[in-house]
Nanobody, 127 residues
Framework: VQLQASGGGLVQAGGSLRLSCGLS????????MGWFRQAPGKEREFVAF????????YYADSVKGRFTISRDNAKNTVFLQMNGLKPEDTAVYYC?????????????????????WGQGTEVTVSS
């Protein structure tokens, strides 16, 4: 199983970036997908989640209203559209795949809920 994240880069505050993450070696349409990020000197944190069928999406409070997670099951790809970027969004962003059902509740926020992780893509937001 491989996850390949891309789309990171350097952007000015207020700008936008779109991250992509492709999954291979596992049935994408049955995989719940999450985005996490790790800023320098900080622990990795949850950013956004989308269920396998796309019916459920959840966001960290810090990105709600600015970031949008989506998926294209035909392309085995999950996206993270990031608008209104702030310097505090600077981090390495990781995509992850796992199994989540509605009975799992808010465990989508937990790294332990995910079995597979991508290599990360770096996002730098300048002020």
């Amino acid at each position: 199983v491989q996850l390949q994240a891309s789309g990171g880069g350097l952007v000015q505050a207020g700008g936008s970036l779109r991250l992509s993450c492709g999954l291979s070696g596992r049935t994408f349409s049955t995989s719940a997908m999450g985005w996490f990020r790790q800023a320098p000197g900080k622990e990795r944190e949850f950013v956004a989640f989308i269920s396998a069928n796309g019916a459920f999406t959840y966001y960290a409070d810090s990105v709600k209203g600015r970031f949008t997670i989506s998926r294209d099951n035909a392309k085995n790809t999950v996206f993270l559209q990031m608008n209104g970027l702030k310097p505090e969004d600077t981090a390495v962003y990781y995509c992850a795949a796992g199994r989540w059902t509605i009975g799992s509740g808010s465990r989508y926020r937990s790294e332990s809920e995910y079995n597979y992780w991508g290599q990360g893509t770096e996002v730098t937001v300048s002020s």
